[in-house]
């Protein structure tokens, strides 16, 4: 098993590894030289999580030193919180269902809770559940749809069972393959919450979230046969009916179909792998959005590039860009960052987005604040834009940079 941690170099038996293209292939590490390396190798990089090198041998990657107690179930549900796109979280995650799961202790409380509360967060923006004909064939008293001759004479007239009829009829209803699956998915959540802490501050909003989402489905059956759960499909133009199977199909394989592997733990994962530059960066998107709403825009599309956010209100202005990298608490910012936003607060596109109508290529260019929002550790999980203004965070400029700002926002951690 080859274990290590965001940014940390491979080292094997006390030695450099070399060029080798067995890792070529993987998520985790990447062969490359980063700006405060002297030296090529393999390097973990933004993310974690545990994939196969090859039939034999694990790879793990864990959260850098300094952020190795974060609460991933806070975050997630953060995330949430916006009105990011419904495909967008999918792009922060991989997982592959297909192979064997790895022992990996360290990681065994993330990417359950994670597709958990992805699924959750999907199938609580259904507002009303779809109906369709589902087709019935049984022994009826009175006659309804067809009667089937043959087999109501072989099970009722050969048996004299004269008050029966048999008959095939389609019925429209809720109970349809797509709304058991999300149920019976549903029902797996319930019981891997279930099995977690509940001193977990948001058991009981997650409970809660379960609870009235079933009530949704309460006409609706759980009997989902596990040979036809491949076959279920979804229309193109139900987007979120087509995430939210395709996050049933992955709980209820994860759990290999059995309600009690999802209500206890062990220390196996599926292989995955989760981006924490992009998880910070909805996390932060999720606060900004519960604070400031429409004043801010996710990822404008400039001339030069897609700032993280951009703040829009009749007081003030500011390109906000996230940036994991803890180092940022007590060092100073990289000289790539600063050209990097530079290059936003000169972008016309941007800066007229912002409502600086009047600039052109040959006019003044107004100050824009650029602000580097940076993660370190949290004590508890709030809000700090929550009932504040932006301007107020953006008092103290960087040294030597004009309008610059950095701005650290805690990622919640849990004590272990």
């Known amino acids: 098993m080859i274990q290590l941690q965001e940014h940390e170099r491979l080292i094997q038996n006390g030695l450099t590894v070399e060029y080798d293209n067995r890792y070529n292939n993987l998520e985790l590490i990447r062969w490359d030289k980063p700006m405060d390396h002297s030296q090529w190798g393999y390097y973990a990089s933004f993310k974690i999580g545990a994939e196969w090198v090859d039939e034999n041998e694990p790879l793990i ?3 850098k030193r300094g952020m190795e107690n974060i609460d991933f179930l806070g975050m997630f549900m953060t995330c949430f919180s916006s ?28 990417v359950s809770p994670l ?39 072989r099970v009722n007239i050969a048996t004299k069972r004269f008050d ?7 019925d429209y209803s809720t109970d349809i393959p797509e709304n058991r699956l999300l149920k019976k998915a549903l029902l797996f959540s ?3 919450i279930n099995g977690m802490s509940k001193q977990h501050r948001l058991y009981p909003q997650i409970k809660f979230m379960i609870s009235k989402i079933l009530t949704k489905f309460d006409g609706v059956t759980d ?3 596990i040979k036809s759960v491949g076959q279920i499909r979804s229309h ?13 199909k992955i709980i209820l394989k994860r759990f290999d179909y059995s309600i009690n592997k999802a209500s206890s733990f062990d220390d196996k994962v599926i292989p995955f792998t989760l981006d924490m530059s992009l998880l910070y960066e909805h996390y932060v998107y999720g606060l900004l959005s519960e604070a400031y709403q429409d004043k801010i825009t996710y990822q404008f599309k400039g001339k030069t590039g897609y700032p993280d956010f951009l703040f829009k209100s009749r007081k003030y202005k500011a390109i906000l860009d996230t940036k994991y990298i803890p180092k940022y608490q007590k060092q100073s910012l990289d000289n790539y960052v600063v050209r990097q936003l530079s290059g936003y607060s000169r972008d016309i596109p941007i800066l007229k987005h912002l409502g600086y109508d009047d600039v052109n290529e040959s006019s003044p260019l107004p100050s824009v604040p650029c602000v580097i929002i940076y993660p370190e550790e949290g004590t508890e999980m709030s809000n700090p834009f929550l009932n ?5 965070f953006c008092s103290k400029p960087i040294a030597k940079l004009s309008m610059f700002y950095k701005l650290s926002i805690p990622v919640p951690t849990i004590s272990r």
């Open 388 to 392: 504040n203004d932006l301007s107020e």
């Open 223 to 225: 009997d989902v046969d």
């Open 164 to 170: 029966r009829i048999f008959c095939e009829y389609d």
């Open 61 to 63: 990657v864990t959260a």
């Open 190 to 192: 319930e019981a891997l």
């Open 236 to 248: 193109k133009l139900f987007s979120e009916y087509a995430e939210a199977i395709r996050l049933a």
């Open 115 to 153: 597709i958990v509360v992805h699924f959750l967060s999907i199938v609580n923006r259904i507002k009303s559940i779809k109906r369709g004909y589902v087709h019935h064939s049984e022994n009826l008293k009175k006659v309804k749809g067809h009667i089937k001759l043959l087999k109501n004479e």
């Open 83 to 110: 009105n990011l796109a419904l495909d967008s979280f999918s792009e922060i995650y991989k997982i592959d269902i297909e192979k064997p799961p790895i022992n990996a202790p360290a990681l065994c409380g993330i």
